[in-house]
């Protein structure tokens, strides 16, 4: 069960990204503030749900969030600040795009650079305990994941429009065939050793 808030008195965006293990595409976070009465029965950590639930979920918080951003750190800036770095940046960006400003920032992971003077909490697992983590965990794939398919559309050898970017063996099958595209993370290993 989600639990609909971490502190009731405060404004409290969630905050998650996606695409942290991918060797080609953005890093995408989003942030999402709910109100406190938010409820869906299928919301849930976005890894735990199907494709067909994910897209139904990502336009009822769209609807019925207080606010809600989606933003990226392209594969560019991935390679020049490592992907942990980027990861923080994307969502620094969904966070200065809201239409409210949070009074706390509930983050999923363990690490986080502090936003302005924001205070924030990381929770391990936090898409599977927070309702309004699990909704930027649902935005931020649903995102990547359209993203994705529509990069497929130029670069189809890949597979991306099944694999996302994720390092799959057709994906890596394709990268030792064809070589890499502009989408890839040059920083990344994108073939193991030999």
Not at 80 to 89: D, G, R, T, V
Not at 103 to 121: A, C, K, M, Q, S
Request: some cysteine; hydrophobic content about 40%.
């Amino acid at each position: 069960m989600l639990k609909p808030y971490y502190n009731q008195n405060l404004t409290e965006a969630g905050c998650d990204e996606v695409g942290r293990g991918c060797l080609a595409g953005p890093v995408v976070a989003a942030a999402v503030i709910l109100p406190k009465n938010f409820h869906h029965p299928l919301l849930n950590d976005s890894k735990q749900l199907s494709e067909a639930t994910r897209n139904t979920l990502q336009h009822y918080i769209k609807d019925n969030a207080l606010a809600w951003a989606i933003a990226a750190a392209s594969e560019t800036e991935i390679d020049h600040i490592n992907i942990l770095q980027a990861s923080f940046l994307a969502m620094h960006r969904a966070l200065d795009q809201l239409s409210l400003t949070p009074e706390h920032i509930l983050v999923d992971g363990n690490r986080f650079l502090p936003y302005h003077f924001i205070p924030h909490t990381c929770i391990v697992k936090g898409d599977s305990k927070f309702a309004a983590i699990a909704a930027a965990s649902i935005l931020a794939k649903t995102y990547r994941d359209q993203l994705m398919q529509q990069l497929h559309q130029a670069f189809p050898a890949y597979h991306w429009q099944q694999n996302k970017g994720y390092p799959t063996l057709a994906h890596r099958k394709a990268i030792e065939t064809f070589g890499i595209s502009p989408f890839h993370r040059k920083s990344f290993q994108l073939l193991p050793k030999k």
